[in-house]
């Protein structure tokens, strides 16, 4: 079983930046994809993005390319999700997310419980 824990969130100004970051812990492993998701207030969870255990491999979606930049650090376990040029659509709670091989997430293996971002114009 795969433990993550995400920090991070908070309270920012639209054209802030902000850096989230999940640590995982138990039994990772060498093709685990890591990555992160938001909900909106009464929206669907989306995905944001993935990186794969070596870091060199990075999925992003569409929307979120150009303003967030995903990295990880491997010595400490942990993934980052830099924000920046934050505007009020991106207030949600994010999750990190893991799972196996899959760089779209489709389908994780574990989630965080999330930390919330709330942006005020």
């Known amino acids: 079983q795969v433990l993550l824990v995400e920090s991070g969130g908070g309270l920012v100004l639209a054209g802030d930046s902000l850096r989230l970051s999940c640590t995982a812990s138990?039994?990772?492993?060498?093709?685990?994809?890591m990555g992160w998701f938001r909900q909106a207030p009464g929206k669907e969870r989306e995905f944001v993005a993935a990186i794969n255990w070596s870091g060199y491999s990075t999925y992003y979606a569409a929307s979120m390319r150009g303003r967030f930049t995903i990295s990880r650090d491997n010595a400490k376990n942990t993934i980052y999700l830099h924000l920046n040029r934050l505007n009020t659509e991106d207030t949600a709670v994010y999750y990190c997310a893991a799972g196996s091989s899959d760089l779209r997430l489709r389908n994780p293996d574990a989630w965080g419980q999330g930390t919330l971002v709330t942006v005020s114009s």
């Open positions: 138990g039994r990772t492993s060498s093709n685990y994809v």
